[in-house]
């Protein structure tokens, strides 16, 4: 019976096991989550339209034209000014500037001069006359409407914004960096 008198611990062995078990779910979950705060797909949709925005004041500059991006509620599409028709033509044809649909659960808000602008959707099936005139112009000059395009997500209260200057200057900011109050 020397067997029976034996403790019924845990060896140190088995401790160090479960506690590395431990350490990788909680660094699983802490990935998951987010706990940072950061929103990636937001961070790089911000960077996607500054990106475009700076190509489209280039291109103005470059080729004499004016561009625009038009803004929807979930949506953006870029647009050029077509001075034969007199009109703004979307630039669906070229893959960059081409309409871009948000990710699910994501929405814009657009402040032109710190005013909030309401978005409305396009409706696309109605064809009598032009798609109205972008809410950002890019003038062949450089220069450019002022602007700060936030994009929200809902369920998690993230946001990331792009902002634009009169001279063509754009910035963003990140989903990680919480947005200063305005009274």
């Known amino acids: 019976m020397p067997g029976a008198l034996r403790s019924r611990g845990f060896t140190l062995v088995e401790i160090l096991v479960v506690v590395v078990i431990m350490a990788i779910v909680v660094s699983l979950a802490i990935l998951s989550i987010g706990v940072t705060g950061r929103d990636p797909q937001l961070d790089e949709e911000t960077r996607r339209i500054e990106g475009l925005v700076d190509i489209l004041h280039e291109r103005a500059l470059l080729e004499g034209r004016d561009f625009g991006l038009r803004i929807e509620p979930a949506a953006y599409e870029f ?5 034969n028709r007199d009109r703004w033509l979307a630039m669906n044809d070229e893959g960059e500037f081409r309409r871009r649909a948000l990710p699910k659960g994501v929405t814009f808000q657009l402040e032109l001069d710190s005013v909030v ?13 032009p798609p109205p005139a972008p809410q950002i112009a890019i003038a062949a000059s450089g220069e450019g409407t002022p602007f700060r395009l936030t994009l929200l997500r809902a369920a998690t209260r993230a946001r990331a914004s792009v902002a634009g200057d009169a001279f063509g200057k754009t910035s963003h900011e990140s989903s990680d960096h919480p947005q200063e109050k305005r009274s």
Do not use: Q
């Open 117 to 129: 602008v309401v978005l409305k959707p396009l409706d696309r099936n109605l064809s009598d006359g």
């Open 79 to 83: 647009a050029v000014y077509d001075t």
